[in-house]
């Protein structure tokens, strides 16, 4: 049950980071947003990024075999990247209206052939 507990904390911390890191560029459309300084973007931006820390610690911590989780760290890195990957497709679908392309399609392949590789052995 860890191992699921794990995903879905790094799936809601995912959320929050991509929220933090590409959120202010959808933010810019708005007026009020448009005016304020660098700081003040910055500072948003921390404040999801706080969120995001208060999900990703107590995953990687339960996750992690030195604790007593069921993946080593180089299986919770990995599963972290596909994640981020995964939240990010679908906020830039979502958001942004972007399109997912072939190459799209094969990247995300090549990340999930890393998870395989990962646990293999």
């Known amino acids: 049950m860890k191992s699921v507990y794990t995903i879905l904390l790094l799936i809601c911390s ?3 980071m991509t929220l933090a890191w590409y959120g202010h560029l959808k933010l810019a459309e ?3 947003f448009q005016h304020l300084p660098l ?3 910055i500072l948003i931006s921390w404040g999801i990024a706080f969120f995001e820390y208060c999900l990703q610690v107590p995953a990687n911590r339960m996750g992690f075999m030195g604790n007593g989780g069921p993946f080593n ?3 919770l ?3 972290q990247e596909v994640i981020t990957l ?3 497709i679908v906020f830039s679908v979502l958001a ?3 399109h997912v392309k072939w190459n799209h399609v094969a990247a995300a392949f090549f990340m999930i052939l890393a998870v395989y590789f990962v646990f293999k052995g």
Do not use: R
Request: charged share 10%; net charge positive; hydrophobic share 65%.
């Open 39 to 41: 700081i003040g973007v």
């Open 14 to 16: 995912n959320v929050f």
């Open 30 to 32: 708005m007026k009020w």
């Open 96 to 98: 942004f209206h972007m």
């Open 73 to 75: 760290l180089m299986q």
């Open 86 to 88: 995964s939240v990010f």
């Open 77 to 79: 890195k990995i599963i």
